[in-house]
């Protein structure tokens, strides 16, 4: 669009007096002058109607984000970003319109096939539209069903969420409909302050979701589901926001095995979570973000930060997350155990292949008593990646009765790649009882070559070895869901030997 | 030799000519000639470091050999071709001598999966599961498997007995043409070997031929041969009857040292 290309340039070129000025005409616009400043907030909070409050708290977050540095303790590596260098909004493109499954790229369908998704489903993914007047009426079929089922099936989910007092809606409509609770808890798991790429995302943040759940409801279904079908456009920097009130209980799946692809490069996203009093939260997540091509060019970039706060006594947060996509993975999904007998887990699949770069792990702070969480982490590194697991295990001096069992066991496939076990574990009280198991194996070519003499090809061998070592996170996964990221595995380390 | 011409008249199955392997630039095969012919049983013995452990390894396909020279013929079909698997595919099987273990994989997934891979490679329907579920209950009934067992890993924490007998299983369940068993009775005492060479004698047919390799006389006792080879230094120097073996075990093997 050179038109807002053209203004886009022009605003660059005068200060800041006239560009207060060129702003009504600005909004119109769908992209965001390029850089970070005051004004990009202010247009971003202006562009999503949000009251003088939010804008406040974006604001506080950028100042605070301009004393910050950015961290250099993960083990990747990658080439400075220029920050001012970037669009930090860009309004939601609608998606290219296409009529018939036959447009959309073969090796992309292929991978669908491999997924075992319905072909009926890879419409709604991709977005296929009925055409007016459309010869080929079996073609036509597909495309109206897509439409017709997407439309329905989301009208039916929300009618059932309504009945049962559950609140789901993108946290930009939140903001405006449930203002006392998102000043409540946003933020207040995740400060403004925390760390470079939070306080980044909380000054620039784009959407994401918004969950409530209402005291002693049970959410009547995954809310993955849900995922599956609608196609998200929340940008690059996603701000998810998940209260499970006391006595409640909430699924939620975020992400998509199906490969996603994206022109922005830096991906920093903050997901809070709240359990509150014998709550609990089970938060999954499948990324398939672009991990770059054959030589390592390209891939998202993506600096997460995600933490749960298991906020009331016998609460429990669940993370689970299968990561094969990205470029470079900086992720510590963690749990703060700060009411007593409260329960934090972590359960990780990370696979690595080409040039990617893993640093995730988790951390479990125990503040409460008789607090006690879990690690599992499978690491799988192939090609010529590198795969860190990174975990800190503390007990507070009050936090009696503190227990963690932490395994991370991490495989190599072939001999360029590496696999590394960074644990940190701090104990303040003598009653802590913490466990660490770590292994480091080789995927041996004994064990290939046996199920290759048994019929397998190279390919079906490595996967189903791999999916024999990850079993235990897999089964952690909502059903419909780990048959679908079991043929991911397989599709992620497809190549990944002789 | 009036034995082998006996069975000359039989249909080869599998005709290993002149054939030269090499591991890292050292030769252990030099110009092994071999001919089995269907139902029959060969047993090949021979010292350590003989090479028989090489030759079932590259019958089957196992990476990190050279051929250098000659030719194995399966079903008059080029093996050498022939990718592992294909070979599994077209009924090669190979029993291992140190079975691998395989966390994660439960036993009862892995034989699906194994054979619903070969029957695909050949054009035939995959199994389904209460098809499959059917057959491995037979056949594992018949081997004395419990089905416990195939819930369990692959051959994890499973006794050196119940490995070789998950080996005979998967034998009977892929009904191959041609079955190698490398060192079966390695590791295992009399009654686990009586177990196992019984599940495997059941599986004797006109249409199967064995390759049994062994150190010892004793598994031989078990599973009586039609032909038994003698080994050395990566040639085959004598063959004969099943009374052979019997001769072996008296006089040893420092007799062939000097013929190789």
Redesign the interface.
């Known amino acids: 669009m050179p038109a807002v290309q053209e203004t886009v340039e022009r605003v660059k070129r005068i200060d800041v007096d006239q560009y207060r000025y060129g702003f009504e005409t600005l909004i119109e616009s769908d992209k965001a002058p390029k850089g970070l400043s005051e004004e990009t907030v202010k247009f971003i909070s202006q562009k999503k109607n949000e009251p003088d409050w939010m804008l406040q708290w974006r604001l506080e977050a950028y100042r605070r984000w301009l004393t910050m540095t950015e961290p250099t303790w993960a083990r990747v590596d990658y080439p400075k970003i220029d920050f001012q260098d970037l669009y930090y909004y860009a309004a939601p493109k609608p998606k290219k319109t296409v009529t018939s499954l036959d447009e959309i790229d073969p090796e992309i369908l292929k991978t669908y096939e491999k997924l075992g998704i319905p072909l009926r489903e890879v419409a709604m993914l991709e977005g296929v539209e009925p055409k007016v007047g459309e010869e080929d009426p079996a073609k036509r079929k597909i495309a109206v069903d897509a439409v017709f089922d997407s439309v329905s099936v989301a009208t039916t989910f929300k009618a059932e969420l309504k009945k049962a007092g559950v609140i789901f809606m993108p946290i930009s409509e939140a903001i405006r409909e449930h203002p006392e609770l998102v000043q409540k808890y946003l933020g207040s798991v995740v400060p403004t302050s925390d760390n470079f790429y939070a306080t980044l995302n909380s000054a620039v943040f784009s959407d994401g979701s918004f969950v409530y759940v209402p005291p002693g409801v049970r959410c009547p279904m995954e809310l993955s589901t849900y995922f599956r079908i609608n196609e998200r456009n929340t940008g690059q920097f996603e701000r998810t926001l998940i209260i499970a009130d006391k006595g409640s209980y909430v699924s939620y799946l975020e992400g998509c095995t199906a490969p996603q692809r994206d022109e922005n490069q830096l991906h920093a996203a903050v997901v809070e979570l709240v359990a509150h009093d014998d709550a609990e939260i089970k938060y999954s997540t499948v990324q398939n973000w672009y991990p770059g091509n054959s030589e390592g060019k390209g891939g998202i970039y993506n600096f997460v930060t995600k933490r749960g706060d298991c906020r009331g006594n016998h609460s429990k947060i669940s993370w689970t997350q299968v990561e094969t996509g990205s470029a470079i993975t900086w992720k510590y999904p963690s749990c703060i155990l700060r009411g007593d007998n409260s329960r934090g887990e972590f359960y990780s699949i990370a696979i690595s292949n080409g040039f990617q770069q893993v640093d995730s792990g988790t951390k479990m702070i125990h503040l409460g008593k008789n607090t006690s969480s879990r690690i599992i982490s499978k690491g799988i590194a192939a090609g010529k990646s590198q795969n860190t697991y990174r975990g800190l295990v503390t007990a507070h001096r009050k936090a009696t009765g503190a227990r963690n069992f932490t395994a991370c066991d991490s495989l190599l496939i072939g001999d360029k790649c590496g696999a590394h076990t960074v644990p940190y574990i701090e104990a303040k009280n003598s009653s802590a009882t913490f466990e660490h198991e770590a292994t480091t194996s080789k995927i041996s070519e004994d064990v290939l070559f046996y199920c290759i003499q048994r019929g397998l090809s190279q390919e079906e061998a490595v996967g189903l070895v791999v999916n024999g070592f990850v079993k235990d996170v897999l089964q952690q996964l909502p059903m419909e869901f780990a048959v679908e990221a079991q043929k991911l595995i397989s599709i992620s380390l497809e190549g990944s030997v002789g | 030799m009036h034995h082998l011409n006996k069975l000359d008249t039989k249909m080869a199955l599998l005709e290993v000519k002149d054939l030269k392997v090499r591991v890292e630039e050292r030769e252990i095969l030099h110009g092994l000639t071999l001919t089995v012919n269907e139902g029959e049983i060969h047993a090949i013995m021979g010292p350590n470091g003989s090479g028989k452990s090489t030759l079932s390894h590259v019958i089957?396909?196992?990476?990190?050999y050279e051929v250098t020279d000659g030719q194995i013929l399966f079903k008059g079909e080029d093996l050498l071709e022939m990718?592992?698997?294909e070979r599994?595919?077209k009924g090669v099987?190979?029993a291992?001598q140190y079975?691998?273990?395989?966390?994660?994989?439960a036993t009862m997934n892995?034989l699906r999966?194994?054979?619903n891979?070969?029957r695909k490679?050949r054009g035939e329907d995959e199994y389904s599961t209460p098809d499959f579920l059917k057959k491995v209950r037979e056949v594992s009934k018949s081997l004395n498997i419990p089905q416990d067992m195939l819930k369990r890993?692959v051959n994890v924490g499973f006794s050196g007995g119940e490995k070789k007998r998950n080996e005979v299983l998967?034998m009977a369940l892929?009904e191959p043409s041609l079955c190698i068993l490398d060192e079966m009775d390695s590791g295992l005492d009399i009654d686990a070997l009586r177990i196992a060479a019984d599940g495997v004698n059941a599986l004797r047919s006109p249409k199967r031929s064995m390759v049994v390799i062994t150190h010892y006389q004793r598994l031989l006792n078990y599973i009586v041969p039609d032909v038994v080879h003698v080994m050395s230094k990566g040639r085959v120097v004598k063959s004969g009857g099943k009374e052979l073996a019997l001769e072996l075990e008296a006089s040893g093997y420092a007799q062939f040292e000097d013929a190789a």
């Open positions: 089957a396909g196992k990476p990190g990718e592992p698997n599994a595919a099987f190979l291992f079975p691998v273990e395989i966390p994660g994989v892995f999966t194994a054979l891979a070969q490679a890993g998967q892929f």
